[in-house]
């Protein structure tokens, strides 16, 4: 098997603007990839084409070395890639076992809901996973009132609990106490020792840095290039970042 | 945590029950809670003052008979209010229904195959409700005030203004079957009341249908990434209330055995009160069948009451308006205290 993600010559315009120019890019077996880039670079949009939201204008999906046409969310999902939004992207209003469930409720052939499974299993999963205790939360309890590690809990236990081969992580720091960010990580780490694939957005350059097995820096639509974690140290890295942030290359004048 | 969480635990799956729990009960159905407190406060008030009327089934019966024509128009919209969705053309949309049930019949002398169109016609025009704010984007409170008079209009063209008879259909089984009355008391709108009452509550609890009107309605962006179909959804929508108020209209001629072209245009503001009455946002995200069905039922229960309690009939708007607003702010507040 070859690798798990392989996007060859992706480019994605809106309208006129060109989000994205003939972008190559592989996730292996087993291996974190960390996308660093400035606002505005695209490393939202290729992860929204990785997750069938967008759909590329020119180029091709890969899963395992298949070619997968007209991507759609649900398509993608049973590539087994998940993705875990920023807090934004839960229901607010809706309780804690419809938010686990978001668009892929657990109902039989005709659309009817397993409520009562629903809720068993996010009692099952607060409990052993998102380590809830509080009496006061229960699977009715609406997501609003939760904390924002909470809620990062509650994305990644959704994003786990499907059993994805590939998760994606966008930005999922922000908004993140210290503690919770640490955990965060921590949940990153695990996910390669489970022996699944990751792709991990972040601004922060040590959050990647310290999570990825390689790191690839996209910059005004392209890639400007890839570093193997342990080929860099963090200190070349950033300088690196601020480089290409200047000059759209990474290729330091001096060093 | 990443190798487990997908072995499903028969053991944690059975063991789970919602245990009862004031505050978290309180707390899921404090709006619900709200509204039937409203009803029952306003219910005794009625009672106290004029109890021969109140405490007689003739009011009830009368009720059951009258109320059904909005309030069954006020379940499928409050699934479409809670997707953040409006739609003001259900009016006309039963004028249309009627009419085509009038201009089939004159063609194929059937009833039933009249009933069919009037059904069809409600759908399709619910569809279309549905493309034009799906497909072009346009806010469904501004395309449904276009469509609201685009119908009525068609209305009045199909029908050149006239108003026409329903009498043959008491010859028919269709009759009784809508508006007749069961045991000579119970009438039949209310069993078909209640039918929609908890198909819609199905639909929006217990179906994916539901589970996504909710999703749309809370959060549309959120309800795309996670693949969900916010435009099929929405259109779906429509269809049921264009169905649904359909359906009303016929029931509603049935009854009076007669059609009139203006069919449908009281019931815009009672229909639309029942909903906000028993607690769904405007917002989206938010409300419940058993608030509308109760908010309707308030609706119509305010002009009776206020001729029985002997006030002048000039007092009933005021006391609606009364009634809307402070139920309004109840359900915001509790909202927020709740949460």
Redesign the interface.
């Given at each position: 098997m070859g690798d798990r993600l392989e996007l060859i010559n992706i480019s994605k315009s809106f309208g006129k603007v060109k989000a994205l120019q003939d972008i190559n890019f592989q996730l292996g077996q087993n291996e974190v990839v960390g996308l660093l880039g400035d606002n505005g670079a695209g490393k939202s949009t290729m992860i929204k084409i990785m997750t069938g939201y967008y759909r590329p204008t020119a180029g091709q999906v890969l899963f395992g070395g298949k070619q997968i046409d007209n991507l759609t969310v649900p398509k993608a999902r049973l590539m087994g890639v998940e993705t875990v939004y920023q807090e934004r992207a839960l229901a607010e209003l809706l309780t804690l076992w419809r938010n686990i469930f978001l668009g892929r409720e657990l109902k039989n052939r005709w659309g009817f809901l397993d409520v009562k499974k629903m809720k068993a299993e996010t009692h099952r999963l607060m409990t052993q996973s998102m380590g809830f205790t509080s009496e006061a939360v229960t699977p009715n309890s609406k997501v609003g009132k939760f904390s924002g590690g909470e809620r990062q809990g509650v994305a990644i236990v959704r994003a786990l609990y499907f059993d994805a081969d590939i998760i994606v992580l966008d930005e999922p720091t922000m908004g993140l106490s210290l503690n919770e960010t640490e955990k965060l990580l921590n949940f990153v780490r695990e996910i390669k020792l489970a022996g699944k694939s990751a792709v991990f957005i972040d601004h922060n350059i040590y959050h990647v840095y310290s999570v990825s097995d390689r790191i690839v820096v996209v910059d005004r639509g392209k890639i400007a290039g890839e570093f193997l974690t342990k080929d860099i140290s963090l200190e070349t890295l950033m300088e690196k970042m601020i480089h290409v942030a200047e000059t759209g290359t990474l290729d330091l004048p001096l060093s | 945590?990443?190798?487990?969480?997908?072995e499903?635990?028969v053991d944690?799956?059975?063991?789970?029950k919602?245990s009862f729990?004031f505050?978290?009960f309180v707390r899921?159905y404090g709006t619900q809670l709200g509204i039937l407190g409203v009803f029952f406060g306003m219910w005794i008030f009625f009672i106290i003052m004029a109890p021969n009327t109140f405490l007689s089934s003739n009011i009830y019966y009368s009720f059951m008979s009258t109320i059904p024509f909005f309030a069954m128009m006020a379940m499928p919209l409050t699934v479409l209010v809670i997707a953040g969705e409006m739609d003001l053309s259900f009016p006309s949309i039963m004028a249309m229904g009627t009419v085509t049930f009038l201009l089939t019949y004159n063609e194929v002398s059937n009833v039933w195959l009249a009933f069919a169109a009037a059904l069809v016609t409600g759908l399709f025009i619910g569809w279309l409700n549905g493309i034009i704010v799906v497909k072009f984007g346009i806010p469904s409170l501004v395309a449904t005030i276009g469509t609201q008079f685009f119908w009525r209009g068609a209305v009045l063209v199909l029908s050149e203004g006239h108003s026409g008879t329903l009498v043959y259909t008491k010859e028919t089984f269709l009759r009784p079957l809508l508006v007749g009355k069961i045991g000579d008391v119970f009438p039949m709108q209310m069993l078909w009341l209640i039918l929609i009452a908890i198909g819609s509550w199905?639909l929006l609890?217990?179906?994916?249908?539901g589970?996504?009107m909710?999703?749309i309605?809370?959060?549309a962006?959120?309800?795309?990434?996670?693949?969900?179909n916010t435009g099929r959804v929405r259109i779906q929508g429509f269809m049921l209330v264009g169905l649904i108020a359909a359906f009303a209209g016929i029931v509603a001629s049935l009854h009076v055995t007669f059609f009139w072209p203006s069919q449908g245009e009281g019931y815009l503001l009672k229909t639309l009160a029942s909903i906000f009455l028993g607690g769904t946002s405007v917002f989206g995200?938010?409300g419940t069948i058993l608030g509308s069905f109760v908010g309707a039922f308030m609706i119509g229960a305010i002009e009776a009451a206020t001729v029985a309690i002997g006030w002048t009939g000039f007092l009933t708007q005021l006391i609606y308006g009364l009634i809307i607003v402070l139920s309004v702010i109840m359900h915001t507040y509790l909202g927020k205290r709740l949460?």
């Open positions: - | 945590m990443t190798s487990k969480t997908n499903i635990s944690a799956t059975q063991a789970y919602d729990n505050v978290n899921s199905v609890n217990r179906h994916r249908f589970a996504h909710y999703l309605g809370d959060n962006n959120s309800a795309e990434l996670m693949g969900v995200g938010v949460g």
